[in-house]
């Protein structure tokens, strides 16, 4: 039986703790800084729409607590910016009861937004596995979730990097399927990781001051800008209408006392932590350079999303190319 290395306890590593605490799967929770004295002192307050409890975690603080065995799976739940720093932190570790290191023995499962953080394990890791979790989740204060998903906590997809299904895989995906998270396992998680990095390329707007008739203008002109990059780079994106999951299993339930419609980027911002825009709207970005195509909007939501202090403090025409005609 897996015990499963959850690194990060943000909104994604947190709810993969509780649930698995409450399914009676193994796990441990690697937590740092406040987040870790928060649940380590008090628990964890998990916020569902059923209601809030507090749950006792099995969290430590920082990778020096674990013992990695030959049974372990790692989950890294860490933002896309903090992929290359943890991936070194854990790989050439030693394994209890073998003589070759973490990197060589472990599967990680990657459970970032965007297109890199596979590529940046699989430097390392000889088993790398690419999760796209949609989860309506919440995190801005340490040891606080609230995980608005309903009837299922999230859905997934997962599948070997850089492609193919195994029994790891399903392994992975019928224990997350007990944690009230049902996987489909893929032979192509790239596809699946690059149609869902086209809906994170909002996430920044949620940092400024934007008026509701523009949304549709700005969402249209960063997808036409990531369909170009896409096409001239050869990536193909995954039809969601083709999963084998139900789409409509997960809602998102208003919780009195708490908002579920800000998202990722915007959390980390109230908390005080960098942002992953670089890897989303950046990655666009950087495929359309590699291309020699031009990706205007991406691009200044890039630049503005990295200076932004305080969310609500600008507006996003202002910092948008083509203020009153955006190249859709």
Avoid: C
């Avoid at 997962?158 to 224990?175: C, K």
């Amino acid at each position: 039986m897996s015990r499963y290395v959850v690194v990060g306890a943000g909104a994604v590593g947190a709810t993969l703790a509780a649930e698995f605490e409450s399914a009676g799967i193994d796990y441990v929770l690697v937590a740092r800084g406040a987040s870790y004295r928060a649940i380590a002192d008090d628990g964890l307050r998990y916020v569902r729409p059923s209601g809030e409890r507090t749950i006792r975690l099995r969290v430590v603080d920082g990778p020096d607590a674990v013992t990695v065995t030959t049974a372990d799976v790692l989950l890294l739940t860490v933002k896309a910016q903090q992929v290359e720093a943890a991936v070194a932190q854990w790989a050439w570790r030693s394994v209890e009861g073998s003589e070759d290191t973490v990197a060589q023995t472990i599967p990680i499962v990657t459970f970032q937004n965007g297109l890199d953080s596979e590529r940046t394990a699989l430097r390392r890791f000889s088993r790398v596995y690419g999760a796209s979790i949609r989860i309506p989740g919440t995190h801005v204060e340490p040891g606080v979730v609230v995980s608005a998903g309903e009837p299922s906590v999230a859905l997934n997809w997962l599948g070997r990097f850089p492609g193919g299904i195994d029994s790891t895989a399903q392994t992975i995906a019928r224990d997350l399927g007990f944690a009230h998270i049902p996987t489909d396992v893929v032979p192509d998680i790239g596809r699946w990781k690059a149609a869902k990095l086209i809906d994170n390329l909002l996430n920044a707007v949620d940092l400024f001051r934007v008026h509701d008739a523009d949304i549709a203008e700005i969402a249209a002109a960063v997808r036409s800008e990531a369909e170009s990059v896409y096409a001239a780079a050869g990536i193909e994106v995954a039809d969601y209408g083709r999963s084998a999951l139900d789409l409509a299993s997960l809602g998102v339930a208003d919780i009195e006392g708490y908002s579920s419609t800000r998202r990722s980027t915007w959390q980390s911002v109230v908390r005080g932590s960098s942002v992953e825009t670089d890897y989303l709207n950046g990655e666009i970005v950087l495929l359309g350079r590699l291309h020699g195509i031009a990706t205007p909007v991406n691009e200044a939501l890039a630049v503005a999303a990295n200076s932004v202090a305080e969310p609500g403090s600008r507006d996003l025409r202002a910092i948008l190319p083509h203020a009153n005609a955006i190249p859709i």
